[in-house]
């Protein structure tokens, strides 16, 4: 597996199709849950201190959608949305994820939270439909923005204890 990460967050390419991306938190499990499926506080973590989010829309029950929006200090519009495909709360979902500026990229990832001794380790698997459509998610310096939207996660987490 091809390590490209920097920052908390481990990024690995086990496929030619797939990121994999392992995150560990502070917080009991159905905290990080809680903070990844409220709109309110997706808000407070999902821009990553490089804008402002101004659309969460999350309904969370299979072939409900969700939909997050934010606008970067420069004035760039960042929209990505999806559909649920599966829910087990504080343990997975399965959604797929559309970059807006790029809808025939649509990927689908599934997230797991599991906890141990009050932390929890979140990994995302991204599978993507061809190379070309991972490697442009990959190169689009998604990387930092991610490592510090998990760090803001883990804060709003945390403050919920």
């Not at 091809?2 to 990024?11: P, Q």
């Not at 025939?104 to 990994?123: I, K, P, S």
């Not at 930092?144 to 760090?151: E, I, K, L, P, Y």
């Amino acid at each position: 597996m091809a390590v490209t990460s920097s920052g908390t967050a481990v990024v690995t390419l086990p496929t030619d199709t797939q990121i994999l991306i392992t995150r560990e938190f502070d917080a009991p499990r159905h905290l990080v849950y809680q903070a990844w499926t409220t709109p309110a506080l997706v808000k407070r973590w999902w821009a990553a201190d490089r804008g402002e989010v101004t659309v969460a829309d999350i309904d969370l029950r299979v072939g409900g959608s969700w939909r997050w929006v934010m606008v970067t200090n420069g004035g760039f519009q960042v929209a990505f949305h999806g559909e649920y495909r599966e829910i087990i709360p504080n343990e997975r979902i399965v959604s797929t994820e559309v970059y807006e500026g790029v809808p025939e990229a649509e990927a689908v990832t599934t997230m797991t939270f599991t906890e141990q001794d009050g932390r929890t380790t979140l990994t995302l698997l991204v599978q993507h439909k061809t190379q070309e459509h991972r490697d442009g998610h990959i190169n689009s310096g998604m990387e930092s923005g991610m490592q510090t939207a998990m760090d803001l996660l883990e804060q709003v987490a945390v403050s919920l204890i």
